[in-house]
């Protein structure tokens, strides 16, 4: 069967330090990969997609960044948190191209 | 283009009561509509899904949503509640090319005793 982890589940950083958040799948191969943030009472935020290794698409202009540096492996980046990067991010994987998702355990990070 | 718009940030009811879940969407093709259910400092763990077969889905815990045309909405209903039903719920739609589904803003269901 598929899995799917992503860590650390909890990451407390001051503003300016590096970010790297990683999410593998495990029993599929070649899966679109999905990073989203989750920010307090405002849904879910698509931050990167990607449907292939070094295949980023990214969502929103930001301070992060995304890589896929194997097939089952989808790294999340920054160079210098800001204070606004703090929430809930999630690393999905879909089926088939049908938009079913499925998602990791999330990792909770606060800048301070 | 395609949205998905869920009436109500939080919905309130008691136990045992109905619970219904509002979602409506927006889709220039037939779409695929989901529904997922969040538990606190969890990820989304998919309720159940349409994908152009019977237009009413049943889901997992009792859940079950019918899709109507007419009104491009994907409601969620619950005949009774339980308490372990108090999470935040989220409806999606994907469609056409993009299969890149998307979400609604979420409706945080509480129960009470």
């Known amino acids: 069967s598929q899995t799917i982890h992503q860590w650390p589940a909890t990451l407390v950083q001051p503003v300016g330090s590096p970010l790297s958040l990683e999410c593998t799948v495990e029993?599929?191969?070649?899966?679109?990969l999905y990073w989203y943030r989750q920010a307090a009472g405002r849904g879910l935020q698509l931050l990167f997609y990607?449907?292939?290794?070094?295949?980023i698409s990214s969502e929103v202009p930001q301070n992060l960044s995304a890589s896929r540096p194997q097939d089952r492996q989808f790294i999340l980046s920054s160079k210098k948190l800001l204070l606004s990067d703090s929430g809930f991010y999630l690393c999905?994987?879909?089926?088939?191209?049908?938009?079913?998702?499925?998602f990791g355990e999330g990792s909770r990070l606060t800048v301070l | 283009a395609q949205s998905v718009t869920q009436l109500g940030s939080h919905v309130s009811v008691s136990e045992g009561a109905l619970v219904l879940l509002r979602c409506n969407y927006s889709?220039?093709?037939?779409?695929?509509l989901f529904w997922y259910v969040q538990y606190p400092n969890q990820g989304l763990q998919l309720l159940l899904k349409?994908?152009?077969?019977?237009?009413l889905v049943k889901g997992i815990n009792g859940f079950e949503a019918e899709f109507k045309k007419s009104e491009t909405s994907f409601h969620l209903t619950k005949p009774s509640a339980h308490m372990s039903d108090a999470a935040e719920y989220f409806c999606?739609?994907?469609?056409?090319?993009?299969?890149?589904?998307?979400f609604g803003r979420g409706t945080s269901l509480i129960v009470h005793p």
């Open positions: 999606a739609v994907s469609s056409g090319g993009s299969y890149i589904p998307t």
């Open positions: 990607s449907v292939g290794i070094g295949q």
């Open positions: 349409y994908t152009s077969a019977a237009t």
């Open positions: 029993g599929t191969s070649n899966p679109n």
């Open positions: 999905a994987w879909d089926r088939e191209n049908t938009g079913e998702l499925f």
């Open positions: 889709s220039s093709v037939p779409p695929y």
